[in-house]
C-alpha cells in the first residue's frame, strides 16, 4: 500500500501563486507516475498534470499549460505542482495520485493510489 499526504492549498486572488506538496509513504519501491488531477463543484474529476518515474518527461492540461510546473523528488517520493497565475477556474479540489506504469499517465483509472485531496480557492 502507498499513502498519499497533499499540502498546500488555500485561498488567494486571481494572479496570484500557490504550490501544492504531495509525499508518498509506504511501498514506495514501485511508483512510477505521479500526477495531479482536480475536481470542482459539480464537475468530474480532470487531469492536470504528470511526471514520469526519471522527471524526464511531463504533460500538462491545456487549460494550465504555460501557468503550472509538475516537479517530483524520488528520494523522498515527493511531487510538487507549482500553479503560477491562478485564475477562479483552477478554484477546485487538488488531487495527488501515483501510479504503478511506466511513462505518462493522464487517465484516472490508469492511477492506483490517491491522496484525499487539498482545496485551492482562486478569487477574483
Known amino acids: 500500500q502507498v499513502q498519499l499526504v497533499e499540502s498546500g492549498g488555500g485561498s488567494v486572488q486571481a494572479g496570484d501563486s500557490l504550490r501544492l506538496s504531495c509525499v508518498a509513504s509506504g511501498r514506495t519501491f514501485n511508483i512510477y507516475a505521479m500526477g495531479w488531477f482536480r475536481q470542482a463543484p459539480g464537475n468530474e474529476r480532470e487531469f492536470v498534470a504528470c511526471?514520469?518515474?526519471?522527471?524526464?518527461?511531463?504533460s500538462f492540461a491545456d487549460s494550465v499549460k504555460g501557468r503550472f510546473i509538475i516537479s517530483r523528488i524520488n528520494a523522498n517520493s515527493t511531487v510538487f505542482l507549482q500553479m503560477n497565475s491562478l485564475k477562479p477556474e483552477d478554484t477546485a479540489v487538488y488531487y495527488c495520485?501515483?501510479?504503478?506504469?511506466?511513462?505518462?499517465?493522464?487517465?484516472?483509472?490508469?492511477?492506483?493510489?490517491w491522496g484525499q485531496g487539498t482545496q485551492v480557492t482562486v478569487s477574483s
Open positions: 495520485a501515483v501510479s504503478r506504469r511506466e511513462g505518462i499517465r493522464t487517465i484516472i483509472s490508469e492511477y492506483d493510489y
Open positions: 511526471i514520469s518515474r526519471n522527471g524526464g518527461l511531463t
